[in-house]
């Protein structure tokens, strides 16, 4: 299967205007321009952005053994279906068109975000013939290494119910470590009954299948079986009991995701991530040594105090070379997120030289690559792997 990689920002096909992403990726040189902030990124609720925050912080945080999405099929005013945001009610697909253009507008490889929106066609389309009882079995397998994916991939089980005239999908993430692809191979065996032939993480990406003949909790024990799970869901668990007071966090930072610069989102993004990292090493070691740390964060103090305080970059994400918010996602119900959105997730070339490659002086990325060699690199990640 041959993969490329796309760098010219008006190969997009257009399903979102590719002008509104250039305003934005223009807005985000001038940081903190009111009109961009308004028009692009305001219009998430606050229901939206915690639950994108929850999930955030269980993929990089907690490293949650699964997490559950509910995702609607329904029509806008045109009839058309699609399968939707729960909250905001936007369409997969235009999450995933968000997603490819925005990669695309710091030249960074697109493949993975393409066979996601491929995807999620396809979902479309096979939603508009399924019934209540239906599965649906869509995996994830880890992108390249190379290109800052994490060493862990997810499979996708879904149940689909009738409600009125469109349909409620409750969707479970189910995370995968350090998994092979011949697991993944195996495992989709087991539950659709035939080899599909994919060899590529793509493949597998962009190719959901809808299953009659088994339920959620069937398909879930054959993961479970093939990929040798645990089955105490720690690290879920966990989450769940810090779950309402990362909540109310969110809250209060809501309207700086939403209007605030650049610099004051990562702030508060850091924040929040340093006061979810203490929550889950008190639930998890009992170490109650930062009890009255994490009484500062609940207090009634104002906002501005914790940020000043607790907004240091938290430790990098074990798997990826970049620092917490410079990696990508394996899990394609992430893209086009609110705190995907708010914050500016691409690598920053705002360090000190010299390039590990190259040698040259120059500002390099988190990798220790210069803009070039880092362009360079992705490429040939992915030409390799075509290989
Ligand atoms: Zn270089």
Not at 5 to 30: H, L, M, W
Request: glycine share 8%; proline share 4%; charged share 30%.
């Amino acid at each position: 299967m041959e993969r490329q990689v796309y760098t010219n920002p008006y190969e997009a096909k257009k399903i979102i205007s590719i002008t509104d992403f250039q305003k934005r990726g223009e807005a985000r040189k001038t940081v903190g321009s009111e009109a961009f902030n308004l028009e692009y990124l305001s219009r998430f609720t606050d229901e939206e952005l915690v639950d994108d925050m929850l999930g955030y912080l269980g993929e990089y945080r907690f490293e949650v053994e699964k997490y559950d999405y509910k995702l609607k099929f329904s029509a806008d005013e045109s009839g058309k279906f699609h399968l939707r945001d729960m909250h905001s009610g936007e369409s997969m697909v235009t999450k995933a068109e968000w997603a490819i253009a925005d990669r695309k507008l710091s030249a960074r490889p697109i493949h993975r975000e393409v066979a996601e929106r491929d995807a999620l066609i396809k979902l479309d389309d096979m939603l508009r013939f399924s019934k209540t009882g239906d599965s649906i079995i869509w995996a994830s397998p880890a992108g390249p290494k190379e290109e800052g994916y994490g060493d862990y991939g997810f499979i996708f089980v879904g149940e689909v119910s009738q409600k009125g005239s469109g349909k409620e999908i409750n969707m479970r993430a189910i995370r995968l470590e350090k998994a092979k692809i011949g697991q993944y191979k195996e495992a989709m065996r087991d539950i659709l009954g035939e080899d599909l032939g994919f060899e590529e993480p793509d493949d597998f990406l962009s190719s959901p299948q809808i299953v009659r003949d088994l339920d959620k909790e069937q398909i879930e024990k054959r993961i479970a079986r093939r990929f040798n799970l645990k089955s105490d869901n720690q690290n879920a668990n966990l989450l769940n009991r810090a779950k309402d007071k990362l909540s109310a966090l969110t809250v209060k930072f809501a309207d700086i995701f939403r209007y605030a610069t650049e610099d004051e989102k990562r702030k508060a993004l850091y924040t929040l991530e340093n006061f979810a990292i203490l929550l889950r090493d008190q639930y998890l070691n009992g170490d109650f040594s930062n009890l009255n740390t994490i009484r500062v964060f609940e207090s009634r103090l104002p906002i501005n105090y914790l940020i000043s305080k607790f907004s240091q970059k938290p430790p990098q994400v074990a798997g990826s070379c970049g620092s917490s918010g410079e990696i990508n996602s394996n899990n394609p119900l992430a893209n086009g997120s609110s705190v995907e959105r708010s914050i500016n997730f691409n690598y920053k070339f705002d360090q000190p030289g010299p390039c590990v490659t190259c040698g040259e002086n120059i500002p390099c990325g988190p990798c220790g690559l210069c803009m070039g060699c880092d362009i360079k690199a992705q490429k040939e990640g992915s030409l390799n792997k075509a290989a």
